[in-house]
């Protein structure tokens, strides 16, 4: 059984985010609905990356393809100037 990281979580997490707000034109009702979910913290951790380098994941997936696979060390090798507390939460596995 493969284990998914934060990473992987949050961006699905944020995916789903972003279908329900265009399918329902309401921005807050995806937020307000994961907000109690063990979702909801991958979900920052990817928003904060997402908001220091829009296009990290593309850089980390050129290092490593499989997203649950990304390791510390494919930060470093992608050069992404990344926070390191953040890239140690985005690794962690999901705590379900």
């Known amino acids: 059984m493969s284990t998914t990281n934060n990473l992987e979580e949050g961006l699905a997490t944020l995916f789903s985010k972003k279908v329900t707000d265009r399918d329902t034109g309401d921005e807050d009702y995806a937020e307000i609905s994961i907000a109690p979910t063990k ?3 991958p979900y920052t951790l990817v928003s904060q990356l997402l908001d220091i380098n829009p296009d ?8 490593q393809p499989m997203i649950s696979s990304i390791t510390k060390g494919d930060f470093l090798k ?5 926070p390191e507390e953040l890239i140690e939460e985005l ?6």
């Open 39 to 41: 979702y909801y913290y």
């Open 78 to 82: 992608a050069n992404l100037e990344i």
């Open 56 to 63: 990290a994941v593309i850089e980390l997936r050129k290092v």
């Open 91 to 96: 690794v962690k596995p999901m705590e379900y």
